[in-house]
T-cell receptor
Framework: DAGITQSPRHKVTETGTPVTLRCHQT?????MYWYRQDPGHGLRLIHY???????DKGEVSDGYSVSRSKTEDFLLTLESATSSQTSVYFC?????????????FGPGTRLTVL | SQQGEEDPQALSIQEGENATMNCSYK?????LQWYRQNSGRGLVHLIL?????REKHSGRLRVTLDTSKKSSSLLITASRAADTASYFC???????????FGTGTRLTVIP
């Protein structure tokens, strides 16, 4: 998994509670991404980061925030979890060269919001 | 949405047969990539084809790209049971960094 870890790997929470997912990389890559994967939708980009404290929104950013205070860590926060945020969340890094974005993925976090 | 579309959604073949998956996308691209995902795991990068390339090979994988039709295909030759997985195309839009993923093809190779 190219030195990418995600924690927790599984989480069950209740509607309205805050949840933070962590992505950690060991190879000092500049770009990091958070996706969610749902049946019938493939992977959809939530937020991404292009450096420490530099982040931007993706396709499905509503209800999510991110932070990157260190190169190696990219945090995804659900301020008040809803059942529609039940999903599998993947973190990825860009390990490509030049203009080519070749991504390597973490193992995923399965989140269930009851 | 700028997501790609993949066809078929599911494919079941016998071991030793070839498997072909197709991907269509909507915008001009810098490159088109294919990824594989085993059940319960993250995606693994397989191959990248640049917008100025028409065909690329890697082992048993053959990828074609037709930018005039905004489509790509992935051919897996002499399939094995271990090839059973979901396969996703991902398009990197021209001038952008992000990838837009298709919805995937679920391949089952029967021993």
């Amino acid at each position: 998994d190219a030195g990418i870890t995600q924690s927790p790997r599984h989480k069950v929470t209740e509607t309205g509670t805050p949840v933070t997912l962590r992505c950690h990389q060991t190879e000092n890559h500049r770009y990091m991404y958070w996706y969610r994967q749902d049946p019938g939708h493939g992977l959809r980009l939530i937020h991404y980061s292009y450096g420490v404290k530099d982040t931007d929104k993706g396709e499905v950013s509503d209800g999510y925030s991110v932070s990157r205070s260190k190169t190696e860590d990219f945090l995804l926060t659900l301020e008040s979890a809803t059942s529609s945020q039940t999903s599998v969340y993947f973190c990825a890094i860009n390990a490509g060269t030049g203009d080519f974005n070749e991504q390597f993925f973490g193992p995923g976090t399965r989140l269930t919001v009851l | 949405s700028q997501q790609g579309e993949e066809d078929p959604q599911a494919l079941s073949i016998q071991e030793g047969e070839n498997a072909t998956m197709n991907c269509s996308y909507k915008t001009s691209i810098n490159n088109l990539q294919w990824y594989r995902q085993n059940s319960g795991r993250g995606l693994v990068h397989l191959i990248l084809i640049r917008s100025n390339e028409r065909e690329k090979h890697s082992g048993r994988l053959r990828v074609t790209l037709d930018t005039s039709k905004k489509s790509s295909s992935l051919l897996i030759t002499a399939s094995r049971a271990a090839d059973t997985a979901s396969y996703f195309c991902a398009a990197q839009q021209t001038g952008a960094n992000n990838l837009f993923f298709g919805t995937g093809t679920r391949l089952t190779v029967i021993p």
